[in-house]
């Protein structure tokens, strides 16, 4: 991306922060509650695209490193008292270890096998945290009680959105560089990545535990903001789905896109509410979801820059080289 | 003097097909082989287990006298081994000259991030490889495979090696095609770049080419000058089948 280019990009990224900012003004309380979740949904859906939309390794356990964060901060907090800014840190560092000690060498396998054993970690957690101590882990029900990070609707608002604002420039900056160079052309064609002298084993690491710390920042926040975890909330097969569609929704391997994603999804889910009360909504979002991914397989991210290209307010792909 | 490379007794089965047996070869610095067969021979499989993409049941691989066996792919191209794909392996979604930008990595997470993309680099291996401004901003689904094996060679090129296995180089090719690239090895082997190269275009190889090696069934069956290895009455036996 040349200096303008990247100027554009800045100034779209500080009209977004401003006026995110200004939402709590002009907007109900209600309203600014599904954007909470809009916030949550958006770093966990950059967390899964920064390994499966960058790499093409497609992960169905993403629940299980937000639930090990989750839980860890929940136990910590719960039965220790420990203070939130150390249990916090201490959820992310779990994620990333337990991810490492178990997704790592599940990256040794690859496509449709890299996803059932990353759907066989989170089902694991789903049993363990059920049967395995259930006086430390709350068994089926789940811990609740938890302290919260900050009380009301604003404040929790301004928090999620300033960490999910934050994650999401970082993790942007990185896939600038080269290193989003080179995890993208994993997902084209690894075994090219390797003949020219890239260790690929590292790279997907560097994603994992990139995506993995994301995944522990916005879980151990998540439960703090719910003030309750339990095994049904976070180990649901809907909740997965809602991460995955969110980033394929949005524009897969972008970061921004999935920010999109999750904002779309979750107005779409709330605003369909009130015509719509059951879980039939989830049709019609499977419904757009579907038509999005037949007709523009790039997602709204894709619709956007195509839009944004043919006005001319930025340039091309191929005309940026 | 060392060998650059140098192949010991390579055996690799398939179940109980022996693809490669016994092979072994070496090339010199500065060197440029030949290595020809007809379909099946093992020319690309020997590629392969160079570049450690199949293991080998048995030999070992020299490289300047080092035994490298061991190494992993991506370790064998830092000490200066590249290979080229009979079918260009380009990355699609990127334009050519992102394609070369990943060539010229380095394999250093800190590297990677702090240090911007060489641009003047890439336009100058393009230009290097025939390809102009209006090229590196094209996709590789744009490009005819004539362009496509130059986007390999310079994807190669870009990785500064010190041994270029060219793999079928000339196939599906036009006539015109065949000449650029010729052209483009043979300044590429004035410059001193040691290559081994398989083709079946055994007109467009004999210029390039200071020895051949000639292999049948897995088998070595000739090696010398062109001319010596063309008139070997095994290597016309193994071709023609008479």
Redesign the interface.
């Known amino acids: 991306m040349d200096r303008t280019g990247l100027g554009k990009a800045l100034a779209c990224w500080a009209v977004f922060g401003i006026v995110m900012c200004l939402l709590p003004f002009v907007v109900t309380t209600g309203t600014l509650r599904v954007f909470i979740f809009a916030n949550f949904l958006a770093m966990f859906a950059m967390s899964w695209d920064i390994i499966s939309g960058r790499t093409g390794y497609i992960s169905f356990g993403h629940p299980f490193l937000i639930g090990v964060a989750g839980y860890t901060t929940a136990m910590l907090t719960y039965h220790l008292d420990v203070p939130l800014f150390l249990s916090i840190p201490a959820a992310v560092l779990a994620a990333m270890v337990a991810g490492t000690l178990f997704f790592v060498p599940a990256l040794r396998t690859r496509g449709t096998y890299f996803a059932l054993v990353t759907l066989a970690f989170m089902e694991l957690l789903y049993g363990l945290t059920q049967v395995v101590q259930p006086k430390i882990t709350g068994g089926t029900r789940g811990l609740s009680g938890l302290p919260s990070v900050v009380s009301g609707a604003v404040p929790n608002y301004y928090l999620s959105f300033l960490v999910m604002f934050a994650i999401g420039i970082v993790l942007w900056l990185i896939v600038r560089t080269r290193i989003g160079t080179a995890l993208s052309a994993i997902r084209m064609d690894e075994d090219a990545v390797k003949s020219t002298g890239l260790n690929t084993t590292k790279l997907k690491l560097f994603a994992f535990m990139v995506s993995a710390a994301v995944a522990g920042i916005a879980g151990a926040l998540y439960v703090h903001y719910l003030g309750s975890i339990a095994p049904r909330g976070i180990f649901e097969i809907n909740f997965l789905f809602t991460i995955l569609v969110a980033a394929l929704l949005g524009g897969p391997g972008t970061i921004i896109g999935p920010i999109i994603g999750a904002f779309f999804l979750t107005c779409l889910l709330e605003f369909l509410r009130p015509y719509i009360p059951g879980t039939e909504r989830y049709l019609i979002y499977g419904l757009v979801a579907l038509v999005l991914y037949y007709y523009a397989p790039k997602g709204l991210y894709g619709i956007i820059t195509w839009v944004l290209e043919r006005v001319g307010v930025i340039k091309p792909e191929g005309a940026k080289a | 003097m060392t060998a650059l490379l140098e192949l010991r007794n390579m055996t690799k089965k398939f179940g109980g097909l022996t693809a490669v047996n016994e092979m072994s070869f070496e090339v010199n610095e500065g060197e440029t082989l030949g290595l020809i067969g007809p379909n099946g021979a093992g020319k690309t499989t020997i590629f392969n287990l160079i570049?450690n993409?199949l293991k080998q049941n048995s030999g070992e691989i020299l490289l300047q006298g080092k035994e490298i066996s061991r190494l992993?792919?991506?370790e064998r191209?830092?000490r200066g081994i590249?290979?080229t794909?009979q079918v260009p392996?380009?990355?699609?979604?990127?334009?050519?000259?992102?394609n070369i930008?990943?060539?010229m990595?380095p394999?250093d997470?800190v590297l990677?991030?702090s240090?911007?993309?060489d641009t003047a680099k890439e336009r100058e291996i393009g230009k290097a490889v025939g390809f102009g401004d209006r090229e590196?901003?094209?996709?590789p689904s744009e490009l005819s495979m004539g362009d496509l094996r130059r986007l390999e060679l310079a994807?190669n090129i870009?990785?500064d090696p010190k041994l270029l296995l060219l793999d079928e180089v000339f196939a599906g090719l036009t006539v015109g095609e065949i000449s650029q690239i010729s052209d483009l090895l043979v300044e590429k082997k004035k410059q001193g770049l040691t290559y081994i190269i398989v083709s079946h275009d055994l007109r467009s190889l004999a210029p390039l080419v200071d020895r051949v090696v000639a292999m049948s069934f897995g088998e070595m069956i000739a090696e010398g000058s062109f001319d010596e290895v063309i008139s070997d009455e095994g290597v016309q036996k193994a071709y023609l089948g008479h």
């Open positions: 570049m993409e992993a792919t991506h191209v830092k590249v290979r794909y392996r380009p990355f699609a979604e990127m334009t050519v000259a992102s930008r990943v060539g990595m394999d997470l990677m991030i240090e911007p993309p590196l901003a094209m996709y994807r870009a990785a």
